[in-house]
């Protein structure tokens, strides 16, 4: 019922900036938590950060809490991650994703997008 994609990855000095957006269209009008994941080659899929429909309540991994930052704006169907201060190890694909509030699991994802920091 949803679909995801990302997009504004690419490469990156180490301590630099990236704006990742996420544009979600079909069955909008749901009230979905958003989330953001990544994985690198060889590696399990990690959270990374959520957020709540209205935008009140924000969660972040401990890696990343106080260098990235998850907003939504609802009218444009659209999540971000602001990442700050990027180091080589968050080199991976990222992938935002929908779930239903109250559900633990989530069942919409986008197809990814890669970001790369070099040293």
């Known amino acids: 019922q949803v679909q995801l994609v990302e997009s504004g990855g690419g490469l990156v000095q180490a301590g630099g900036s990236l704006r990742l957006s996420c544009a979600a269209s079909g069955r909008t009008d749901g009230r979905y938590v958003m989330g953001w994941f990544r994985q690198a080659p060889g590696k399990e899929r990690e959270f990374v950060a959520a957020?709540?429909?209205?935008?009140?309540?924000?969660y972040y991994s401990d890696s990343m809490k106080g260098r990235f930052t998850i907003t939504r704006d609802n009218a444009k169907n659209t999540v971000y991650l602001q990442m700050n201060s990027l180091n080589p190890e968050d080199t991976a694909v990222y992938y935002c994703?929908?779930?239903?509030?109250?559900?633990?699991?989530?069942?919409?994802w986008g197809q990814g997008t890669q970001v790369t920091v070099s040293s």
């Open positions: 957020i709540t429909w209205g935008g009140t309540s924000t």
């Open positions: 994703a929908a779930k239903v509030p109250g559900t633990s699991t989530y069942g919409y």
